[in-house]
């Protein structure tokens, strides 16, 4: 059993933890040697903060030891390293905050303490979580746990792997454009962003400050409802979190999904895939079918075809102000050998940035120039609503929309990395939530064989704002009649 | 100047800044109340701009500002918003500051002035809400190398942009616009609005333009000046640079020009024909927000007397001449003066009282005042106690003369007049026998005026008047002495 433990599932330990049938500490100790026995080849952990780990599975030992506990008392939690940990270093996975250790907690770490969590450490992702593949990482790449040679997704890749490679036993991510679900698709995990507004970016590394949002990466569906549990909720340092009222999401787990009305999105669907993604997708239908829902295909969302556009013109605006605050003046990285400050300003992103941050930079800051502001954030802005009235009117009809959530299998280290439009296209079916500020999830849904590789595929379950709830009652009802989620990469 | 005002007209706008007297900062918790404060210890993730921090909107500062702008007769839009603005510079800790751009909390108002007896109305384009950037303080070190030191207490301090329509003609005109503003900032008391402590800054663009001509000449934007005579000087200074530079047939440099006191000059900081573009554009981490109609018609009726409203209750009610009225609503602590010392009085004696009392504050109380630097509100002389000392002077007890000694004691030691009165003995000589040998004395010893009365120099008594007074330290009535004199000589 001690040898299996970083296996288990959040609730599977959970429960372990309330019987006593293991430790927090074992429990701990289990993952950490997991990390140290595969992270070398994985590179999912920027950091792992093993001391501190130890000492706050103790103190859970000891509140499970006086009946007491919250949520997530004693389970171990790996976090994206864009989110902010008081006296644990936050790199974004840049040069620019290498020695950044921040003097608060964020929201979300802050609920995490609070529900008894162990942090294990902070994972790799694209540097300020700027690409698809951890390759624009300042530090290392992260390896995708089915087939080494591969990218694990991103921007959330190294959470995405952690948790396919039992380096950890749940997860947080973030997702600007797709960066949860690509990734946990790419490496056969859970992975859910909820409803802009739904959870607290307090203490979340700016990206684009109006698409940003937290949400879980799992192991199974009911990490994802309870991870959601412990998040949720408004936050008053944060003025878009949303004051209502959040449910019990594991209520939503009931493995009913007679009559649910799921429409089949054209456009997450091209004509143009290949056959062996397309197979997952049609499989997974037949099986929601039977599981009672009514399907209906052909739904068409005509301005995703806008929405790559539309998305690399407001991200990058606010990516282009969110940046700015990295002057080498109060923190992080700081360059001295020019002649005067302004110098050493330019020197500071000149070699504290990598050159995916810098081209975003500039695409924002061209964009909002004046002379471009209407031609293309104003226009952007006008997409937008059209984006999200499109999806307002679709899900008048529907209770889940249902797509791919990338139109490949995970692809080679470097493939992708000289063309960044290329790159790009990998989130493009993504992006439109993130756009519309709407909920989806990449669940595990099979695999394609390339190359004599076995390479995951999600699917991708879109619902409307802040009903999580039917997504994790579609998702958890799947997952009951198959056994994806139970697959484990090699070694 | 009298060829400049035919040939070229003056076109001034004016920006002025106010720190608004919220307890905390506009996008945090911290106390916003810095001015004593050491270096960087009113600080926070969110004012510091750490990565991941967010603002929230301080309330009591949007309700300062709306109230500004329901003071300033602008209307209240139901729809308002933020906007980053995108500049870099040490001090600005984001790397933009959170202000309002296209949808500003107030527009369109309007506020007057009295123009040498007339009433000239200047109109407030907008007024709208920010944050303050943090303070950089330019060194030198040892080897005269330069360095800046950063105090980010005030990065976040909740500021208040008003800008006002290019109405303003002259430097007169900015002074009292200016004025008027601190003046209507202060009883809604919004803000310090002290001009040398910075927590109130005026920025006035001065342009010249040939009379008839429409478009605008360059504009020069004026900083710098830390009190209302620099406003008016700097403005004065400008136009006539301007006009010799016109008249000589060079252009004007679009810039901005620091004023220095000491030498009554302008000089180039930098030029403007670079204009920067701040990229504005909606901040995403702040909703827009909606200002019902409730909420600004509560606070439409919570607003307090404004100095129009005040000035012109001082002439109506008490009596007052509009130049008294003036000075003595010059701000609220004043006002409230004055109505305290008269507040339980009615009619006639009201009428005299509350004029006595603009005497006195106009005239003794002023000029204590103004010698120790002090307002009125820092005085140890209370309203009862002036009143105490109006009443003394009614009933006899002291002479005006006594009472100015008796004041000066109040000013110095803040003790009620009756105490001072009492402790002195300055109790007013009012019998006739009490003053008889001080009267021969005096006769005895002014041989010359006694002789030009008698002559029928009437200026003469009043001189031995004096005297007499003099002897009696102030304690005699003066009518009586003129009495008694009189029958003496005669």
Same mark, same amino acid.
């Given at each position: 059993m001690a040898d299996e433990l970083?296996? =288990?599932t959040a609730h599977e330990a959970r429960k372990l933890l309330s019987n006593r049938e293991v430790s927090s500490v074992e429990l701990t100790q289990a993952v950490l040697d997991r990390i140290a026995a595969v992270d070398d080849r994985l590179g999912a952990y920027l950091t792992v903060s093993d001391e501190l780990a130890l000492a706050q599975a103790a103190d859970a030992d000891t509140s499970l030891s006086n009946g007491g506990g919250g949520l997530l008392t004693g389970v171990p939690v790996s976090v994206k390293d864009n989110m902010c940990t008081k006296g644990i270093r936050t790199t974004c996975g840049s040069r620019m905050l290498e020695t950044f250790v921040p003097p608060y907690d964020g929201h979300v770490i802050s609920r995490l303490r609070d529900a008894g969590a162990v942090l294990i450490g902070k994972t790799n992702m694209d540097e300020f979580a700027m690409g698809s593949s951890v390759e624009h990482s300042a530090f290392k790449p992260t390896h995708n746990p089915w087939a080494l040679d591969r990218v694990p997704g991103g921007s959330s890749g190294g959470s995405a792997a952690a948790i396919a490679a039992d380096e950890a036993i749940i997860a947080l991510g973030s997702d600007t454009g797709g960066s949860i679900r690509q990734p946990a698709s790419l490496c056969g995990v859970v992975g859910l962003k909820p409803t802009y507004g739904r959870v607290s970016r307090y203490g979340l590394v700016a990206f684009g400050s109006s698409l940003d949002q937290i949400g879980p990466i799992t192991k199974d569906v009911r990490d994802c409802a309870l991870m959601l549990n412990v998040i949720s909720g408004h936050d008053e340092r944060d003025a878009t979190s949303v004051e209502m009222d959040v449910p019990d999401f594991t209520e939503a787990l009931t493995g009913d999904i007679k009559g649910l009305r799921v429409g089949v999105v054209d456009e997450y669907l091209p004509d143009d895939l290949d056959a062996g993604v397309r197979g997952v997708a049609e499989a997974a239908l037949a099986e929601l079918e039977s599981l009672g829902a009514s399907i209906e295909r052909?739904?068409? =969302?005509?301005n995703t075809k806008y929405a790559l556009a539309c998305y690399y013109i407001i991200a990058p605006s606010e990516a282009s102000a969110n940046l700015a605050r990295y002057d080498g003046v109060k923190y992080g990285y700081s360059y001295q050998d020019g002649d005067s400050m302004w110098a050493n300003m330019d020197g500071t992103r000149q070699h504290g940035f990598g050159d995916e941050v810098k081209r975003r930079i500039m695409l924002g800051t061209y964009t909002l120039s004046t002379g471009y502001y209407d031609a293309y954030y104003l226009k952007a802005l006008k997409v937008r609503t059209l984006i999200r009235q499109e999806f307002d009117e679709a899900f008048e009809r529907f209770d889940v929309l249902f797509g791919l959530v990338s139109p490949t299998p995970a692809f080679r280290l470097g493939e992708k990395t000289d063309d960044p439009f290329e790159m790009y296209l990998s989130d493009v079916f993504t992006l439109p939530t993130n756009i519309a500020g709407i909920p989806g999830m990449s669940l595990p849904a099979g695999f394609v064989e390339q190359d004599g590789q076995l390479l995951p595929v999600g699917i991708q379950l879109l619902a409307k704002p802040f009903d999580e709830a039917s997504i994790l009652r579609t998702a958890y009802a799947y997952e009951q009649a198959t056994s994806w989620h139970t697959e484990r990469p090699p070694g | 100047m009298t060829q400049t005002a035919k040939k070229y007209e003056v076109v001034i706008g004016i920006e002025v800044h106010a720190q608004l007297l919220t307890k905390s900062k506009m996008f945090c918790s911290c106390s916003k109340d810095y001015y004593d404060s050491e270096p960087n210890t009113h600080v926070c993730p969110v004012c510091l701009g750490m990565p991941g921090v967010m603002p929230v909107i301080n309330q009591q500062a949007v309700e300062y500002t709306v109230m500004t702008g329901l003071a300033l007769n602008c209307d209240i839009p139901e729809r308002a918003k933020f906007d980053r603005k995108n500049y870099p510079y040490p001090d600005l800790m984001k790397g933009y500051q959170i202000s309002q751009y296209d949808l500003p909390l107030c527009k369109d108002g309007w506020l007057e002035v009295d123009l040498d007896g007339e009433t000239k109305r200047i109109g407030v384009t907008r007024v709208h809400l920010e944050e303050d950037t943090a303070r950089s303080t330019h060194k030198a070190g040892e080897g005269g190398e330069g360095y800046s030191l950063i105090d980010v207490n005030r990065s976040g301090v909740p500021l208040m942009e008003i800008v006002s329509e290019p109405d303003v003609r002259s430097g007169k005109e900015a002074r009292l616009y200016v004025t008027k503003l601190q003046q209507i900032l202060r009883y809604l008391g919004v803000s310090n609005a002290n001009l040398d402590e910075g927590n109130m800054r005026c920025e006035p663009n001065v342009s010249l333009r040939p009379v008839g001509q429409e478009a605008f000449g360059s504009k020069v934007e004026l900083k710098n000046l830390a009190s209302f005579k620099a406003v008016e000087n700097a403005v004065q200074f400008e136009i006539e640079r301007q006009t010799k530079l016109l008249e000589a047939g060079e252009p004007v440099a679009w810039e901005t020009r620091g004023w220095r006191d000491d030498e009554g000059i302008t000089v180039r900081q930098r030029g403007k024909e670079l204009a920067e573009d701040y990229r504005y554009f909606p901040e995403p981490d702040l909703p827009p927000l909606t200002i019902s109609r409730a909420y600004v018609e509560d606070l439409r009726s919570k607003l307090p007397e404004l100095p129009d409203a005040a000035r012109a209750r001082f002439t109506n009610n008490y009596g007052l001449t509009p130049y008294e009225a003036n000075l003595l609503t010059a701000t609220r602590a004043r006002s409230k003066f004055l109505e305290e010392v008269v507040a339980e009085d009615a009619g006639e004696k009201m009428l005299a009282r509350a004029k006595a009392t603009s005497h006195w504050m106009l005239g003794d109380f002023a000029r204590l005042l103004n010698a120790s630097n002090l307002e009125i509100e820092g005085s140890k002389v209370r309203p009862a106690d002036l009143r105490a000392l109006i009443l003394l002077i009614e009933e006899g007890t002291i002479s005006n003369t006594g009472a100015k000694h008796v004041f000066e004691q109040m000013f110095e030691s803040g003790k009620a007049p009756g105490d001072i009165v009492a402790e002195e003995g300055l109790t007013q000589i009012s019998a006739a026998d009490e003053l008889g040998g001080i009267i021969e004395k005096v006769i005895a010893s002014n041989e010359k005026p006694v002789a030009d009365y008698k002559s029928g120099? %009437? %200026?003469?008594l009043k001189f031995l008047v004096g005297q007499v007074m003099r002897g009696t330290r102030g304690r005699a009535k003066p009518d009586l002495v003129h009495e008694l004199l009189k029958e003496q000589l005669s």
């Open positions: 970083h296996r =288990l052909g739904v068409s =969302l005509p | 120099k %009437e %200026e003469a």
